[in-house]
């Protein structure tokens, strides 16, 4: 069973559109994020979640929102989508806020044309 | 925050040992060293972590300096699957939470 799944894992849209990706884990960690890899490689988280409730927001524009259902699922969903947001957005949980390792999701691609 | 410096690149033969280096000289007494990796098309992967003492696991080893201003994973035998990104991070834990800040990170290429 995969650990942490995504979904899609392609997404391609226009600009200015609305899309959400979706994110899961089945590890019954208490700690979710979501990190931005962008065409550099570089990848920087975005929001981290513990327990539905959000912990850190990294300057990330408030056209992202994370909506976290359950500690199990936390949804990224992203408004009026520019060229500027295409990447891999990767989710991944761990153990607590303050646990050594935290696992990845397979990441979803994103292009917005 | 903390910061790391790692090469951009490395090479190695199969079948042998792979030292990677990471600086890391303004980490902070509470900072633990994180090794992540990331294979191609794939989300980053846990490889091991330690604060003073060297530690070993099934993957990898890390061995840390004295001063700790500096670390190098070994791997003790290269496989063509262990060609990827390694990322050496300095994990800052504070009321924030549990942040790992990815570098550039070394890019080990493994040949037959």
């Known amino acids: 069973d995969t650990a942490v799944s995504q979904t899609p894992k392609y997404l391609v849209t226009q600009m200015g559109n609305d899309k959400s990706i979706k994110c899961e884990q089945n590890?019954?960690?208490?700690?979710m994020y979501w990190y931005k890899q962008d065409s550099k490689k570089f990848l920087k988280i975005m929001f981290s979640y513990n327990n539905k409730e959000l912990i850190i927001n990294e300057t990330v524009p408030n056209r992202f929102s994370p909506k976290s259902p359950d500690k199990a699922h936390l949804n990224l969903h992203i408004n009026s989508l520019e060229l500027g947001d295409s990447a891999v957005y990767f989710c991944?949980?761990?153990?607590?806020?303050?646990?050594?390792?935290?696992?990845f999701g397979p990441g979803t691609r994103l292009t917005v044309l | 925050d903390a910061k790391t410096t790692q090469p951009n690149s490395m090479e190695s033969n199969e079948e042998e040992p792979v030292h990677l280096p990471c600086n890391h000289s303004?980490?902070?007494?509470?900072?633990?060293i994180h090794w992540y990796r990331q294979l191609p098309s794939q989300g980053p992967e846990y490889v091991i972590h330690?604060?003073?003492s060297n530690v070993n696991n099934r993957m990898a080893s890390l061995a840390i300096a004295e001063d700790r201003k500096s670390s190098t994973l070994i791997l003790h035998r290269a496989t063509l699957r262990d060609a990827a990104v390694y990322y050496c991070i300095l994990r800052v834990l504070n009321n924030a939470g549990n942040m790992l800040t990815f570098g550039g990170g070394t890019r080990l290429m493994v040949k037959p």
């Open positions: 303004t980490i902070s007494g509470t900072d633990y």
């Open positions: 991944a949980s761990s153990p607590q806020t303050g646990g050594a390792t935290q696992y």
């Open positions: 590890l019954g960690h208490d700690t």
């Open positions: 330690g604060l003073t």
